[in-house]
């Protein structure tokens, strides 16, 4: 979930999108982060580094770190609050690959109907705001099943 700080280092975290320079101090993360998550039983990898930065890891490396805002990145766990803002989809918080991609498939067509949509309305000056996302039920409904699939995200 993104809190609306882009350095808050408190909010929750989502693994899905990095941007990262390549240098010493990202490089010692990423060692550390692998070596932690490849002993730490029962907890994924997201977990771990919500851990390490909760652990203090940031200011140990020196690292500058910054969270994206869900409104140019939406996901399944918090969909952006401005349509026309958007520029990628992360198909988080679903349980199984059958989820995300049933929740993707309606993605595609609510980008579809968006661009219909804004297509008719430009000239009006209509905000992207008013357009809805449609809900994310594969994903919401694959945690009150157990999961056979392997693969949790």
Not at 11 to 27: A, M, P
Not at 86 to 109: F, M, Q, Y
Not at 116 to 131: A, D, E, L, N
């Amino acid at each position: 979930m993104f809190f609306g700080d882009p350095w808050n280092v408190s909010q929750l975290i989502n693994t899905g999108f990095y941007y990262i320079r390549s240098n010493n101090k990202t490089i010692a993360l990423f060692d550390r982060w692998y070596t932690s998550k490849d002993n730490a039983t029962g907890l994924k990898e997201q977990d771990v580094l919500l851990n390490l930065i909760r652990g203090g890891i940031v200011d140990e490396l020196g690292l500058r770190v910054r969270f994206l805002d869900t409104l140019y990145f939406s996901g399944f766990c918090q969909d952006s609050k401005d349509f026309g803002q958007v520029s990628t989809v992360h198909a988080n918080c679903c349980r199984s690959i059958v989820a995300k991609v049933k929740d993707l498939k309606a993605v595609l067509g609510d980008w579809k109907r968006f661009k219909k949509f804004m297509s008719h309305k430009r000239s009006s000056g209509t905000s992207t705001r008013s357009f809805q996302w449609a809900g994310h039920f594969g994903c919401l409904n694959s945690w009150a099943v157990p999961n056979n699939s392997g693969s949790n995200s």
